[in-house]
């Protein structure tokens, strides 16, 4: 299979580069700036301008792009690029692939397309919650849907949190928990889905290669845990004491809007369209799943 790639250039980008390559597909990148090599071809998603070829034999394309959500406080302006950063390259793409006849198409969106669901259990048949983060997943999900006209079989990616020991959510948490500064934000209640670096390419590897899979499927672990087991195992894994409390009054007062919906709430949202289908986690326990990625 040829796979065409937007946003290779990210942990898991990168990663699914490798991990289809060592499967035997092919993997061809869009890139932004000057292509270097033979895998790479240019795009500029706000001119909607790809370059020549670039779908030529692709059997499928896998959109990833997207600017980081954790950074720092939502302010208009950052709202606006975390928006721009996703609809206007799933767009272009969707179009491209529509125009191309490209048979599977496979993009982006987040776990927090359910917003808060507290202790209330939910997987891809429920519908999407309220916030900024839902309301954005909604809107990109949309974005690719219209690959569909072209006859694609559309997979919507959504996304849990990305257990990495490259980087990823663990890389700003690591030098504090050893340090023995890591503790549980806000109430600790909150729940916390998550996968593996290695669960989610196979799983994208999954979708690429399986007819059965179409529509939402949630990239994250049967076994979503509250934010205070989360602190507890990351930290037995790294061998220090999570001692610390950061109340959500003050996280609200740093983060804002940010802070209420990525930190101090989440959807305890469990996989049934990838197992439903066959796929297999290899990391379902947190504690094992930590000892595997660091």
Known sequence: MRVLIAGSSGLIGNALVSGLRESGHEVRRLVRRAPRGGDERGWDPPAGRIDDGAFDGVDAVVNLCGAALASGRWSGARKQVLTD???????????????????VFLSASGINYYGDTGDREVDESAPAGEGFLAELCVAWEEAATSAARGGARVVLLRTAPVLSGRGGLLGPLKPLFRLGLGGRLGDGRQYFPWISLPDQVAAIRFALEHEAVSGPVNLATPNPVTNAEFTRALGRALHRPAPWWVPGPALRVVLGEAAEEMILSGPRAVPRALPG??????HTDLDKALAAVL
Request: proline share 8%.
């Open 85 to 103: 950063s996703r609809l206007e390259p799933t767009e272009v793409l969707a179009e491209a692939a529509a125009e191309h006849g490209v048979p």
């Open 277 to 282: 289908a066959g796929f297999t986690f290899a």
